[in-house]
């Protein structure tokens, strides 16, 4: 059976990548890790970390690239969602065993040697698919990554503590304070003859 790990990356087309960086970069403040030169798919991609996905804005370098005829016939815009898999294999035959039309029935190799498949849109609603399998050299990016956010969730879980602890204060002394009002009231009765 299939296992989905996480998204990978989602996969948008440009025709102009320094123009589209005007948005994805100095819009939503992405940063680009790297471009990559992809002959083998005729498209220059670069890369956008986001957490533990990415952003990939993808230019084809030919008119003849299945992407460069997308672009052509749609204009930029989505054009596939990438799915990290435990077991590429695995996954395929899964897929096959269940009629799903694959345009990749056979793993081939991608960005980074990444070892990636494409399922056809028809079989998942509109979607151009893509799945891909961990590579050896990737565990020490991913580990960096974890560490990135590791430290983040503990410099946020800091905050979070100390408004814990500041609303636990401020309970607390609104607790003394109205149980003070019940006492002087109390005294106040007593004194009353
Ligand atoms: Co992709």
């Known amino acids: 059976m299939t296992s989905i790990q996480r998204i990978d990356h989602v996969a948008i087309v440009v025709d102009d990548i320094d123009e ?22 005729e498209s220059v991609v670069a890369f956008l970390p986001t957490g533990d996905s990415e952003v990939e804005l993808v230019r084809p370098t030919s008119d003849q690239s299945g992407i460069a ?16 898999v435990d077991d590429i294999e695995t996954a395929l035959s899964h897929l096959k065993a269940l009629s799903v039309r694959l345009i990749n029935p056979e793993p081939v190799i991608g960005t980074g040697g990444k070892r990636i498949a494409f399922i056809h ?14 590579t050896a050299d ?20 800091q905050v979070m503590a100390a408004g814990v602890r500041a609303f636990l204060r401020a309970l607390t002394e609104d607790g003394r304070a109205a149980a003070e009002e019940v006492v002087d009231e109390q005294g106040q009765a007593e004194s009353v003859p």
């Open 69 to 84: 005829r997308y672009l052509e016939k749609s204009g930029p815009g989505l054009h596939h969602i990438c799915f990290e």
């Open 121 to 134: 849109p028809e079989s998942a609603n509109g979607v151009l698919v893509e799945l891909y399998e961990l």
């Open 138 to 157: 990737e565990p020490q990016i991913r580990f960096e990554r974890a560490s990135r956010l590791a430290n983040r969730a503990i410099a946020s879980s």
């Open 20 to 41: 589209a960086l005007q948005f994805w970069r100095d819009g939503l403040g992405l940063r680009i890790s790297h471009v990559e030169d992809v002959p083998d798919q």
